[in-house]
């Protein structure tokens, strides 16, 4: 009996914070970690008599979401109440959109957009334990400042079909959010939120298995993680003949759980209806033409610009579009390197990019010790033959460390490249002298002991003798 | 006629709490109300559009431009519960 | 001048007599708030110890003394919208169309009485006890803006600020033999005030006389950035000078004018007012409101639909009653149960089912529908008509505890204003008759933004109806 093959059907729902002045529907400014209730008003607080107003600003970087993704714009679009009661919300319903949203459908890559739409963030609520105040219960408390903040929520379809893809994905949305200049997209701190809705399907069929949503991830990795384990929760409860329930879960990344955040509470019925207070949104030519003068250059773009212009292969084009901030240091590096001599050449500024950005733990190599002009020294060191690549790994490795200038590393440990037949000759023959039998094999005729030579002069040099050119002194020295 | 189990939904959506009396109460007079409204059910609104908004008003969107934000004080004199300079409730209950 | 004499003057009267000398504001002032104070009809919730410090008596309102209903955010003022779950709530900020007549020199006397929430038309829904009609104490005064409609025609207060959803300032207005103009939806600011019905509130003058209501309409009407959906007015508000109705075509539309409710008492002093138009000149013909009979239904899953989500915020979390409880839900279930009277729990509960999952476009829906249908007709009619004309109440003011056990019985006192509502046109309601001794209120119906004409086919009506109202107003002084 043939195993079923399962395949993951993953879409993603997106909830970022705009980076306006104000709040979505009150003048309150936007708050960074300021002392609890000092941004609020009483209209942001849901006192009695208030009445919002919707921030011009919001609107605008709605549009210019919806344009990065192709969305069709709706000429008019309307908010809705959506009703339900928990502390952080203090009107008791949230004002959001519900079937006249500002963007619908689109496509980011490979993933297609199902809607954008505009709503207000909630309050927080932050658990205190037991309080003397409270009788008989956990207490927490509610601090009002969050509340307010304009939120874009952008779902997806459900196309991505893997953990990888998903990550893969909200990177290029982060960095296509960021280049819009429209949100801070800091998934630590919250003005990036990414929830997953997980089924799985045998492999060739079209109908969609019940799915479950997955929440409070706050960075790639988890998310990539969290949703690689759901799949294989699962896969597992399918093969051993369960059925998959519809809920909320929450993975945690320390010890790869997957639990049940809403087990038994009965599904929201949140009663939407069109909000009263506020009249339809007319998007008007002025307010299309403004989002599309606002549009900076998209992954796209800078993909095919790096590709076409600078003649980078496809995978680093991609990779450093996707990712701003290694596109932004590339493109410092490539500026610092002009003014060599000789000039740094992209594609291997590109290369050593990757290597960085394999040894460096953070996001942004920009906040690293390495700074684009040092790379870009390093790059032009190996490019003049200065320095081997083994000996630029290591120069590398100590500016990852300590940061410097890749000149004076090389110099104080001794790294510069060793080359030319003067020099690697006698270290050559040195090598042959000390492995007879294989310098016997390869006068022979057999070259393929000759790793071990070039092995050899390699520990001898420490890594500075590029490794090509000496395999063509250890053929001149035979004769070969 | 509502059953007492519809009222006491309807009531847990609007987190109201009725007593015994008030829900058979309520289940009677809600129901002569629902009665009387289901007139509405028999007209033909077919090619009707309903109204949301009563006023077709252009722009009345805000500027981003920031305005006074309330003392805390204020924002908390009239809280019932105050705790670390933020409104104190029972925490909410899990599952 | 005594304070007998003072009382019986108009508000444009005191002015003129402020503007020549013959009064001062502090003595006009004086004479209201010792009669306020000395209330003995329930009409006021609260009432100023002195004349308020920061008061611009240079202002075209020269400091006469407002009443102002109990819903409207009042600074450091108790605003309690006549329910238990504020009291002795204090709002940090002033309802906008109040502000803006303080700055006209309006002084706050006072605020007043109402039925809980803006939910009645007897004002015996007031968590703060019944207003008693000064006509005839054993009966109401209307509501729900019963407290502002007493206090004018008692002559505690020369005028005063109701709010009107299905017609709260124009059937206690009838019942009470008064002035009571429900504005144009949009015309007047609603913020803060504490919302009922939002699509549908409306704040507008209880007044003496046609001329007074004018005067406050004048000094209310605005565009306001703290409402969205404030519109101001076209025109600016004149005060009426005519005196006769020549070339005005009148509409009386056959549904709302039968009717098993309507009193024979209340149909024969309609019908003798539509004589006296008659010979101011008019022309008065039968039309048809076809959707009419339905407007009450659609009415009553409207309102109540918006007031269940209007009313959410009121959860013992921020401000407000907090009731003992153990854990949140408890917390919100019992403040609620606690706090909210009678009615206002009913229209929750209709409100939330009308809302519910599946029942949407069965209740709220279709009543949308029903109210476009509304609107339409009222425009089809004044095609042909200038105003629609109909008695403002099936009925005179009837005994206390006449009709609170019976919800509908109550509702249908709204049968003539709520039709108006629903299409957001202007209407007032003027005294024109007495039916065994009791007022009598006739309703003039126009389309959106007509005040100025509407004010001035009233005034004409009014001078020839020639309607004393003192019987209602007990001397200072003599035996009550």
Redesign the interface.
């Known amino acids: 009996m043939s195993e079923v093959r399962y395949e993951p059907v993953i879409g993603l729902e997106i909830h970022v914070q705009l980076r306006t002045r104000t709040k979505m529907f009150c003048s309150c400014p936007l708050s960074f970690g300021e002392p609890p209730n000092t941004h609020t008003c009483p209209v942001c607080l849901g006192l009695p008599g208030t009445l919002p107003v919707a921030n011009a600003e919001a609107i605008h970087y709605g549009l210019m979401i919806g344009l990065a993704v192709g969305s069709e714009l709706a000429p008019r679009s309307i908010f809705h109440r959506k009703n339900y009661f928990y502390p952080d919300l203090p009107k008791g319903y949230q004002i959001s959109q519900y079937d006249e949203p500002l963007c619908s459908g689109g496509r980011l890559a490979d993933v297609r957009i199902h809607r954008v739409h505009l709503e207000e963030d909630a309050a927080k609520l932050t658990h205190v334990g037991a309080s003397g105040r409270i009788h008989g219960s956990d207490a927490s408390v509610v601090d009002f400042n969050r509340g307010g903040t304009p939120l874009a929520e952008i779902v997806t379809e459900p196309d991505v079909r893997s953990a990888e893809q998903a990550s893969e994905w909200l990177r290029l949305l982060r960095t296509t959010l960021r280049q819009l200049g429209v949100s801070d997209v800091n998934m630590e701190e919250g003005s990036l939120r990414c929830d997953a809705n997980i089924s799985i399907r045998p492999v060739g069929t079209t109908e969609l298995g019940t799915k479950t949503e997955l929440k409070n991830m706050n960075s790639f990795r988890f998310i990539e993680r969290g949703i690689r384990a759901e799949v294989a929760r699962q896969e597992a409860l399918l093969r051993a003949g369960g059925t998959v329930t519809q809920e909320t879960l929450h993975f945690d990344p320390r010890t790869e759980a997957i639990t049940s955040l809403r087990s038994k509470e009965e599904a929201h019925d949140y009663r939407y209806f069109p909000e009263p207070d506020l009249p339809p949104v007319l998007i008007t030519n002025e307010m299309l033409d403004r989002a599309r003068t606002a549009m900076p250059e998209l992954p796209a773009a800078r993909e095919a610009r790096f590709a076409s212009v600078l003649g980078l292969n496809v995978e680093s084009a991609r990779l450093l579009s996707w990712r701003a901030e290694l596109g932004d240091y590339f493109e410092a590096a490539l500026d610092a390197g002009a003014a060599m001599q000789p000039p740094v050449e992209a594609q291997p500024l590109a290369n050593w990019i990757s290597e960085l950005s394999a040894r460096y733990d953070g996001d942004d190599p920009a906040d690293s010790n390495v700074t684009p002009q040092a790379l870009a020294t390093l790059v032009q060191l190996v490019g003049s033959k200065k320095l081997t690549q083994g000996g630029a790994k290591q120069v590398l490795d100590r500016l990852v460390a300590e940061g410097g200038d890749p000149a004076a590393i090389v110099a104080s440990e001794g790294l510069s490249a060793v080359g030319g037949a003067d020099e690697l000759a006698p270290v050559v023959r040195a090598a042959l002298e000390a492995n007879p039998d294989v310098a016997e094999k390869l006068r022979g005729g057999d070259m393929k002991p000759i790793g071990v030579i070039v092995g050899y002069v390699m520990k001898a040099t420490r890594g500075r003798a590029d490794g090509g050119e000496v395999t063509a002194i250890v053929r001149a020295e035979l004769g070969l | 006629m509502l059953e007492r189990s519809?009222?006491l939904h309807?009531?847990r959506?609007?987190?109201?709490?009725?007593?015994d009396d008030?829900v058979d109460r309520?289940a009677g007079?809600?129901s002569?109300?629902?009665d009387?409204?289901?007139?509405?059910?028999a007209?033909d609104?077919d090619d009707?559009?309903?109204?949301?908004?009563?006023?077709?008003?252009?722009s009345?969107?805000?500027?981003?431009?920031?305005?006074?934000?309330?003392d805390?004080d204020?924002?908390?004199?009239?809280?019932?519960?105050v705790?670390?300079?933020?409104?104190?409730?029972?925490?909410?209950?899990?599952? | 001048m005594d304070v007998n004499e003072i009382i019986e003057l108009s508000a444009a009267a005191a002015i003129a007599a402020i503007e020549r000398g013959d009064l001062d504001a502090a003595e006009l002032f004086s004479a209201y708030r010792l009669r306020a104070e000395a209330d003995e009809l329930n009409a006021f919730t609260w009432v100023a110890e002195h004349l308020p410090a920061d008061m611009h008596a240079d202002g075209p309102l020269r400091g006469v003394p407002l009443a102002v209903k109990d819903l409207f955010c009042t600074a450091g003022i108790p605003s309690q919208s006549g329910s238990k779950i504020l009291e002795g709530y204090l709002p940090p900020y002033t309802a906008t169309s109040v502000a803006r007549l303080q700055d006209a020199g309006a002084a706050v006397l006072g605020k007043t009485n109402q039925d809980e929430f803006a939910m009645g038309s007897s004002n015996e829904n007031s968590a703060y006890g019944p207003v008693l009609n000064p006509w005839d104490r054993g009966r109401v005064p209307g509501g729900s803006s019963g407290g502002s409609a007493a206090a004018v025609a008692a002559g505690l207060a020369p005028w005063a600020l109701g709010t009107d959803t299905g017609g709260s300032i124009r059937q206690p207005a009838a019942l009470c033999g008064i002035v009571g103009l429900k504005p144009t939806y949009g015309t007047v600011s609603r913020y803060g005030m504490i919302a009922f019905a939002s699509s549908l509130d409306q704040a507008g003058p209880l007044t003496r006389d046609v001329t007074d209501a004018a005067l406050l309409y004048r000094h209310m009407v605005g565009t306001d950035p703290n409402d969205a959906t404030a519109v101001g007015h076209r025109e600016e508000i004149r005060l009426p000078t005519a005196e006769r109705l020549d070339g005005l075509r009148l509409g009386v539309p056959t549904e709302l004018t039968t009717g098993e409710g309507l009193e024979p008492g209340v149909m024969a002093a309609f019908e003798a007012t539509l004589a006296t138009a008659r010979g101011l000149g008019a022309t008065i013909e039968e039309c048809s409101l076809h959707s009419a009979p339905h407007a009450l239904s659609a009415y009553y899953v409207i309102a109540p639909a918006e007031a269940s989500s209007n009313l959410a915020r009121f959860d013992g979390v921020r401000y407000g009653l907090r009731a003992p409880a153990d854990d949140l839900v408890s917390l919100y279930t019992n403040t609620r149960h606690d706090g909210f009277g009678a009615e206002v729990k009913r229209r929750i509960l209709i409100g939330t089912y009308a809302l519910s999952s599946g029942y949407y476009d069965a209740y709220y829906g279709r009543a949308q529908k029903v109210r476009t249908l509304i609107a339409r007709e009222f425009a089809s009619v004044f095609e042909r008509c200038d105003f629609v004309v109909t008695p403002t109440s099936p009925g005179v003011a009837f005994e206390l505890g006449a009709k609170t056990a019976d919800p509908l019985a109550m509702y249908l006192n709204d049968s003539f204003t709520v039709p108006m509502s629903l299409a957001g046109i202007p209407a007032i309601s003027i005294p024109c008759g007495l039916s065994d001794g009791l007022p009598v209120g006739l309703q003039l119906a126009g389309p959106a933004f007509s005040e100025n004409r509407m004010l001035d086919a009233a005034h004409a009506l009014e001078q020839a109806i020639g309607f004393d109202g003192s019987p209602a107003r007990t001397p200072t002084g003599a035996a009550s």
């Open positions: 519809e009222v309807v009531a959506l609007a987190r109201l709490r009725l007593d008030e309520m007079e809600l002569s109300i629902l009387h409204i289901a007139a509405i059910a007209l609104l009707v559009p309903p109204t949301s908004h009563v006023v077709e008003v252009e009345a969107l805000r500027a981003d431009e920031p305005g006074p934000c309330l805390r204020v924002a908390l004199a009239q809280a019932p519960a705790q670390d300079g933020g409104f104190l409730v029972p925490s909410p209950q899990a599952g």
